[in-house]
C-alpha cells in the first residue's frame, strides 16, 4: 500500500474466502487489520485503536455496498453449466447490477481463447 494516498497496487476480490480481522492474534501487530483472500493477504498497521475502527468501519461499508459494481478475472474455465461465466453474469443483472466484461483480443498462434464467440455469446445475452 502506498502511504501517500493509500492506494493498494494490487485488486482484492471478494471471493469466498474473504475476510477481514482485527487484533494481535490474526495481524501480528497492535492496532492492525488483516484483509485476507484465497489469492492475497493485506495487513494493515494503524497508528492507534480509533485509526483501526476508522479503516475497519470504511471496509464494511465498502463490502456492503460491493452490490452496484462488479469486476470478474475468469482465470479456468469449468465444465459445470451453473458455474459458465454467462449463467453468473445472467443472474446479477436479473438483480439490477451493473455488469462490465472486458473480453481482450487473441493473438491466434499463441492461444485459441474464442473471444469472437464469447463476445457474441454475452452480447447475445443482454
Known amino acids: 500500500m502506498r502511504p501517500d494516498t493509500y492506494e493498494v497496487p494490487f485488486p482484492m476480490l471478494l471471493n469466498r474466502a474473504f475476510e477481514i480481522l ?10 492492525g487489520i488483516q484483509i485476507k ?21 470504511h471496509l464494511l461499508n465498502l463490502t456492503n455496498q460491493a452490490k452496484d459494481f462488479i469486476k470478474i478475472m475468469l ?8 458455474f459458465r461465466l454467462d449463467n453468473i453474469l445472467g443472474k446479477i443483472a436479473d438483480e439490477d447490477v451493473r455488469v462490465y466484461v472486458v473480453v481482450f483480443k487473441e493473438v491466434s498462434f499463441a492461444i485459441d481463447l474464442n473471444s469472437l464467440y ?4 454475452l452480447i447475445g445475452k443482454s
Open 22 to 31: 482485527l487484533g494481535f492474534r490474526n495481524t501480528r501487530t497492535y492496532n
Open 75 to 82: 482465470i479456468k474455465p469449468t465444465d459445470d453449466e451453473t
Open 37 to 57: 483472500n484465497l489469492q492475497r493477504i493485506l495487513v494493515i498497521k494503524c497508528l492507534n485503536t480509533c485509526d483501526s475502527e476508522e479503516w475497519t468501519q
Open 118 to 121: 464469447t463476445k457474441r455469446i
